[in-house]
T-cell receptor, first 114, second 115 residues
């Protein structure tokens, strides 16, 4: 079946450190891949997405590249800020099923300290 | 533009009591979703509506959960009776349509605690 696996958190970093949050997926065909972010007390927000192999999604300094050969979509940021502290969810929409059914990973909590 | 509105934000009830959650989607969004997010996990879809029709409710525990979207706008999710294992955050989302490239917009959720 379709599934998403993320690295366990929490990830604790100092401000300006480099961030990587690993995400791998299991799905047939070419799913669309997403990163969502959930700030404290707020709903999930779409951070970035990629819809085909080798695509790079980017937003707010975050990047992720769709790697079909390794079934991965790792999230990276070169220099994190305290305001990036949140929970990050990797997700996919399968190619089968006919609609935008999101399947989420368990989430990775990021804490950035000054 | 207003986002997805949910109420209440928090609810604490005793087990076996009923509870209801309300969602008002973004204006013009035909597709509405209810998700459940257990502690430490990602959201899981419970039910999806296209206008007033429930088109995917395969993950909804129908013995105690029910939902409605009578006029194709706002929606209510009900649990009766609640069990301890129902403690979770219930998220509502909406999108213009349900095609693969339609972004879902999420509300802040209702955190339910069952004692």
């Amino acid at each position: 079946g379709n599934s998403v696996t993320q690295m366990e958190g929490p990830v604790t970093l100092s401000e300006e450190a480099f961030l990587t949050i690993n995400c791998t997926y299991t799905a047939t065909g070419y799913p669309s891949l997403f990163w969502y972010v959930q700030y404290p007390g707020e709903g999930l927000q779409l951070l970035l997405k990629a819809t085909k192999a080798d695509d790079k999604g980017s937003n707010k300094g975050f990047e992720a590249t769709y790697r079909k050969e390794t079934t991965s979509f790792h999230l990276e940021k070169g220099s994190v800020q305290v305001s990036d502290s949140a929970v990050y969810f990797c997700a996919l929409i399968p190619t089968s099923g006919g609609y935008n059914k999101l399947i989420f990973g368990a989430g990775t909590r990021l804490a950035v300290h000054p | 533009e207003a986002g997805v509105v949910q109420s209440p934000r928090y609810k604490i009830i005793e087990k076996k009591q009923p509870v209801a959650f309300w969602c008002n989607p973004i204006s013009g969004h035909n597709t509405l979703y209810w998700y459940r997010q257990n502690l430490g996990q990602g959201p899981e879809l419970l039910i999806r509506y296209e206008n007033e029709e429930a088109v995917d409710d395969s993950q909804l525990p129908k013995d105690r959960f029910s939902a409605e979207r009578l006029k194709g706008v706002d929606s209510t999710l009900k649990i009766q009776p609640a069990e301890l294992g129902d403690s979770a955050v219930y998220l509502c989302a909406s999108s213009l349509g349900s095609g693969a490239y339609n972004e879902q917009f999420f509300g802040p959720g209702t955190r339910l605690t069952v004692l």
